[in-house]
């Protein structure tokens, strides 16, 4: 399995350039040191340089929430893998709920914006997981296995550069959580599919857990043999709370 857990923070729509810049402020000091976990936070796009010059001489790591599949061209409100990587980028998240259903994402659009990232040299994190509808009629599985194989359509070769983030649509902002047990049978069954997709690098996708992770439960949640690590929302937004994630997640990897 990949060594390092990875500890990421999904801001969403939150935080100004300066906002951002106080943020680091407050956390860097509180993970000085920690070098044991990958440590990544993707503010929204204005706020990615501010970010990246923040952490500039940190082991902290800048990503991206979303970008379009083309490199440039007339696609007003969209920015492309080539201008993430410019401004000092390493990651790009892709296929979150929230581009699935605020924004009607589909599998085919989400495995175009993949291939891109992948070829920019972006790495990339794939979020995957299912609705209370889907997950109450017995579709979880069905449902995961799609959006991962659909999603990973041609870049299996790629499986080293690509992270899964099994993000239960009814967990996320609920403040409800999968239990862990729950999250490790999915994320088991996620690692079985790459496990067919290729199997010589399947062991080395992180594939971590989404949806309502804060300091009270990341270790539970963390001490899972399948997860790799947490993409974390709302509780990434406060310097102690991702701190005291991150530390978790350090005490954990010994």
Not at 54 to 66: M, W
Not at 86 to 97: A, D, L, N, P
């Amino acid at each position: 399995m990949a060594e390092k857990l990875l500890i990421a923070g999904n801001w969403k729509m939150h935080k100004t350039p300066a906002q951002t810049e106080e943020f680091f402020k407050e956390f860097l000091p509180l993970i000085e040191g920690i070098n044991n976990v990958e440590i990544l936070i993707c503010p929204p796009f204005v706020s990615i340089p501010s970010a990246v010059e923040a952490t500039n001489n940190s082991y902290v790591k800048i990503g991206a929430q979303n970008c379009y599949f083309e490199k440039e061209g007339s696609f007003t409100g969209e920015v492309s893998p080539v201008m993430l990587k410019e401004v000092g980028c390493k990651y790009v998240i892709i296929g979150h709920s929230e581009r699935r259903h605020l924004f009607g994402e589909s599998d085919e659009l989400i495995n175009k914006k993949v291939i891109s990232a992948l070829e920019e040299g972006l790495k990339v994190i794939l979020c995957v997981g299912e609705t209370l509808q889907e997950r109450e009629s017995g579709l979880t599985f069905t449902v995961v296995e799609t959006q991962l194989k659909l999603g990973l359509s041609g870049v299996e070769d790629n499986l080293d550069r690509i992270e899964i983030a099994y993000e239960p649509v009814w967990a996320i902002g609920t403040g409800v959580p999968a239990q862990p047990e729950e999250a490790q049978e999915v994320h088991r069954f996620i690692y079985q599919k790459l496990g067919e997709l290729n199997p010589k690098k399947a062991d080395q996708v992180r594939v971590l857990y989404g949806g309502s992770v804060k300091p009270s439960n990341a270790e539970a949640i963390l001490s899972q043999p399948h997860i790799k690590g947490v993409l974390v929302g709302g509780a990434s937004l406060k310097p102690d709370s991702f701190a005291q994630i991150v530390r978790i997640g350090s005490q954990l990897s010994g």
